[in-house]
Structures are given as structure tokens and as C-alpha cells.
């Protein structure tokens, strides 16, 4: 599946570079990471990220652990999944774009493969990445 964020925000990348580029604070703007941990910055910075999406009374999570493989401040960042066990796990990327110079296009693209979500989990998960947009602004707009 491939979820994209698309907007506009009245700020230099520089200033959205510091909201995207941590996983840390997406808790702050995007329901959809529920908790996010900085594990450690060596070699190379890596999270524990919990997902959760709910539906009605019912709650359905995930735990990943994201490594952050690309950082081109002010204009690319990108985490991918990297768990420290072995094993088969379902790739998780999630790839930050930013163009402009005294406002900025964010470009923000969750890819993911594996069975986590049905098909209302998905429906959620759009809505959820709908309501980030306006977190996201006012973040923004706050700071």
C-alpha cells in the first residue's frame, strides 16, 4: 500500500525539516504513530515506532523499528523498516520530500507491504493521513 501527504506550508523547508526528520515528533502531528523512540544515533539513528489505528472500540498496533537511511537536510528525508531479529518482515518506508525556499511543498509517502491492515484498517489509515495534514499546519503555525 502507498499512502502519500501532499500540501502546501507557509515555512522553509528548513523548519518543516525538523518535524519530519525525527520520528520522535510525529507523534505530535500524525495520529497514526502512536509512540516513537530514539533507540540511539550510532551508527545510524534508528526508532521504535508503535502504529495504531482504531475503529470504533476496537484497536489494532504495530511495532517497527525505523532506521533513518537518507538525510539531505533541508530537502529528502527517508526511514525504512530494520528490525534486529532475523526473519521475514514486511517492508515500512516512509520518504519526506521538501521543495521551496520561503514556503514549502511537502511531499510525505508511507509505503508498506504485508497484512497488518484489512480493508477498513486502510480506509482509517487515509483518513487519519487526511487529519495529519491540518496537525501538521498547526504545528507549524504554533512555532
Not at 502507498?2 to 502531528?29: F, T
Not at 489494532?60 to 523498516?81: D, G, I, Q, Y
Request: charged share 30%; hydrophobic share 40%; with cysteine.
Amino acid at each position: 500500500m502507498d499512502v502519500v501527504i501532499d500540501m502546501e506550508l507557509p515555512c522553509q523547508p528548513a523548519e518543516v525539516m525538523n518535524l519530519v526528520n525525527d520520528l520522535s515528533v510525529y507523534p505530535r502531528w500524525m495520529g497514526l504513530v502512536h509512540a516513537a523512540t530514539l533507540e540511539g544515533a550510532s551508527p545510524e539513528p534508528a526508532w521504535s515506532v508503535e502504529l495504531r489505528a482504531k475503529v470504533g472500540p476496537f484497536a489494532r498496533s504495530k511495532r517497527l523499528r525505523m532506521v533513518r537511511t537518507v538525510e539531505e537536510s533541508p530537502t529528502h528525508v527517508r526511514f525504512e523498516r530494520r528490525e534486529k531479529e532475523t526473519g521475514s518482515h514486511g517492508t515500512w518506508i516512509l520518504d519526506a520530500r521538501l521543495v521551496g525556499t520561503t514556503s514549502t511543498h511537502l511531499t510525505v509517502r508511507l509505503q508498506y507491504e504485508g497484512r497488518l491492515w484489512s480493508s477498513v484498517i486502510e480506509r482509517v489509515l487515509r483518513d487519519e493521513v487526511e487529519r495529519s495534514k491540518e496537525r501538521l499546519l498547526v504545528l507549524i503555525s504554533t512555532r
